[in-house]
């Protein structure tokens, strides 16, 4: 099981920066984003325990047309039991997908992850159609007339601090956060070493 989700993560990896090309616009992609919601639990050296909560972004994979109940995010926003943080030692973590707003979401679990390249992926308790499986560039087709254009979309943590209710995290695919790009340069794993 881990050596397969090792071979999925390094594939999400290779696919990544070309995400966004994958359907026909970023505004296909955009139903298939969720925010994550998670809730730490620490414990302090003195023996005491705080709660803290953080959010993030995920999107759905998946059989096309088909319901989903796996997520990609990222590493960092999983949590890092065992990490030492402002509050203590994390000691356990809950962590929700989010679909419209607080009142609609649901229970995930951790099923793999990569430290290194920051990616995770989670099982939501039951699947779902509120979101549909992201489609990947397929690398068959033609990269001539590539613009080099790329689009992040999500829900970042700072957007949340400047909603007037952020005890109800809005999530629903109008609130998904777009932003633009070109990718200027691509370099190959060999010439990173």
């Known amino acids: 099981m881990k050596r397969g989700l090792a071979v999925i993560l390094a594939l999400l990896l290779a696919v990544l920066p070309v995400m966004a090309m994958a359907a026909s616009s970023y505004q296909d992609v955009r139903d298939s984003v969720v925010r994550m919601y998670v809730i730490g639990t620490f414990q302090g050296l003195d023996g005491s325990t705080t709660k803290s909560a953080w959010t993030g972004s995920a999107f759905a994979v998946g059989n096309s047309g088909k319901d989903v109940q796996y997520f990609v995010t990222n590493h960092h926003v999983t949590g890092n039991i065992g990490g030492l943080y402002t509050y203590g030692t994390l000691v356990s973590v809950e962590m929700y997908v989010v679909y419209d707003d607080m009142s609609n979401m649901i229970s995930a679990q951790l099923v793999g992850t990569h430290e290194y390249a920051d990616l995770a ?73």
Not at 128 to 138: I, P, Q
Not at 167 to 172: A, C, K, R
Request: hydrophobic share 30%.
């Open 121 to 193: 992926v989670v099982k939501t308790n039951s699947p779902t159609n509120a979101r549909k499986a992201v489609r990947f560039y397929d690398k068959s087709k033609d990269l001539s007339r590539y613009d080099g254009t790329v689009y992040t979309l999500g829900f970042p943590g700072v957007a949340d601090y400047y909603l007037s209710n952020p005890e109800t995290l809005p999530s629903n695919a109008d609130q998904v956060v777009i932003g633009s790009g070109k990718i200027q340069r691509v370099l190959s794993h060999a010439d990173t070493q």
